[in-house]
């Protein structure tokens, strides 16, 4: 069965930097593509990045672009967010979600498997 375990969120000040991590088991990194969403309170989840599973592509939302970088470390069956000059606008809870195969995907919808979530929230 797969699991993916979430880590690394906090509160954190307006412009510092977070790295989130996402724990897999169950499945061979590295095959499929990997993801991370987020969704604020009151508002629907949304698409931030996205990599294939071997990471050679990788696919950002706009709002995160040039800010945020998502990157795997098959050794360590993990998958990383990292967020810099954090924005309010970024709080939220993220996911790391996983797809059943190789290609990224922006869809929620067209993910299989997702983690439980894990708070991030930036003050201004």
């Known amino acids: 069965q797969v699991q993916l375990v979430e880590s690394g969120g906090g509160v954190v000040q307006a412009g510092a930097s977070l790295r989130l991590s996402c724990a897999a088991s169950g499945r061979t990194f590295g095959t499929y593509a990997m993801g991370w969403f987020r969704q604020a309170t009151g508002k629907e989840r949304e698409f931030v990045a996205s990599?294939?599973?071997?990471?050679?592509?990788?696919a950002y939302a706009e709002s995160v672009k040039g800010r945020f970088t998502i990157s795997g470390d098959n050794a360590k069956n993990t998958v990383y967010l990292q967020m810099s000059s954090l924005k309010p606008d970024d709080t939220g809870v993220y996911y790391c979600?996983?797809?059943?195969?190789?290609?990224?995907?922006?869809?929620?919808?067209?993910?299989?498997?997702w983690g439980q979530g894990t708070q991030v929230t930036v003050s201004s």
């Open positions: 979600a996983s797809r059943r195969i190789y290609y990224i995907s922006t869809n929620a919808g067209q993910y299989d498997y």
């Open positions: 990599m294939t599973g071997s990471g050679e592509s990788t």
